[in-house]
């Protein structure tokens, strides 16, 4: 799969600016120029030489300030949709097969987390726990996790009632097996689909909470705390907000298109799939015997 979507332009253009965003958030605290954190006297100054993106209202340099915030900024997303996929798509595949009683159970509780207010809960769950940017994470997986569940589950319910599915459930195969060997290729690509598109969501909902100064401990730099402290100076520096919104918007536009790459592919696979199906059904009805009776 993947080299068929790096086959594609858009999977080309969005696998680059992801790549870029990674290296940014492994080695931009690193190639940071200044101390993120080392306040001055030259506050609120514009772009230079020596401070690209000029330096906030405690003198802080902006441009290193944005390079060690983009590891925050990954970091939490990733961690957004790796708990959306685990605490959801594994119930939703196994919902199919354990029964009634676990279909009931984790079917309500997906019907719940949809209905809680997203901010309201993360907020009170914090506010529990302390504030900390794990913490928030796991909360904001958590309740993105319905997305996953749903469509683990349809593309299992399709899998479950084709032929080669019962007969190993008639032969004595095990769950495991069976999820291994025909459900999980056949969940696997719009399972994709789905974490691409959440690890967007992941940056807005990072960015999102850490403008609020929800999840992370100041003066550690986030890219959504950057915004928010750069639109309290407008005034001064009109232009300072326009560095974290370009990131995060480049970000999310990149996930989204990587999604749409992934699912072109997907279908594709699965058009050419139908194809050699019908060529082969062409191919044996092309070579079936005539009949004696129809013989002259």
């Not at 003198?59 to 939490?76: E, K, N």
């Not at 809680?116 to 009170?124: D, G, H, K, S």
């Not at 928030?136 to 958590?142: E, I, K, N, Y």
């Not at 989204?256 to 072109?264: H, P």
């Amino acid at each position: 799969m993947v080299r068929r979507v790096l086959a594609l332009t858009s999977g080309r253009i969005a696998a680059a600016v992801l790549a870029v965003i990674a290296l940014l958030a492994v080695l931009g605290p690193l190639l940071a120029p200044h101390d993120p954190l080392a306040t001055s006297a030259h506050t609120l100054a514009g772009p230079s030489a020596g401070h690209w993106l000029g330096t906030d209202y405690l003198g802080r340099d902006t441009f290193s300030r944005l390079l060690d915030g983009s590891r925050v900024s990954v970091l939490g997303s990733l961690e957004v949709a790796l708990t959306a996929l685990v605490v959801g798509a594994v119930p939703g595949i196994l919902s199919v097969h354990l029964g009634r009683a676990f279909e009931w159970v984790t079917l309500r509780l997906t019907d719940t987390l949809v209905a809680l207010p997203f901010l309201l809960f993360a907020v009170a769950v914090i506010a529990l726990l302390g504030n900390g940017i794990t913490q928030a994470m796991l909360v904001t997986g958590v309740l993105v996790s319905p997305l996953f569940y749903r469509v683990a589950r349809a593309a299992t319910l399709t899998v479950a009632r084709s032929p080669y599915v019962e007969a190993a459930v008639v032969s004595g195969a095990s769950l495991g097996r069976i999820v291994r060997r025909h459900v999980w290729t056949k969940v696997l690509p719009p399972i994709a689909v789905a974490l691409a598109q959440t690890v967007g969501t992941g940056f807005v909902i990072v960015s999102s909470l850490t403008f609020l100064g929800i999840g992370v401990q100041p003066p550690a730099p986030t890219w959504g705390g950057l915004l928010a402290s750069d639109l309290g100076y407008l005034a001064h520096q009109p232009w300072a907000p326009v560095a974290p919104a370009l990131l995060i918007m480049i970000t999310v536009w990149a996930c989204n298109l990587l999604a749409d790459a992934v699912r072109d592919v997907s279908g594709e696979a699965g058009r050419t799939l139908v194809d050699r199906h019908r060529a082969r059904d062409r191919r044996t009805g092309e070579a079936r015997p005539v009949s004696a009776g129809g013989a002259r």
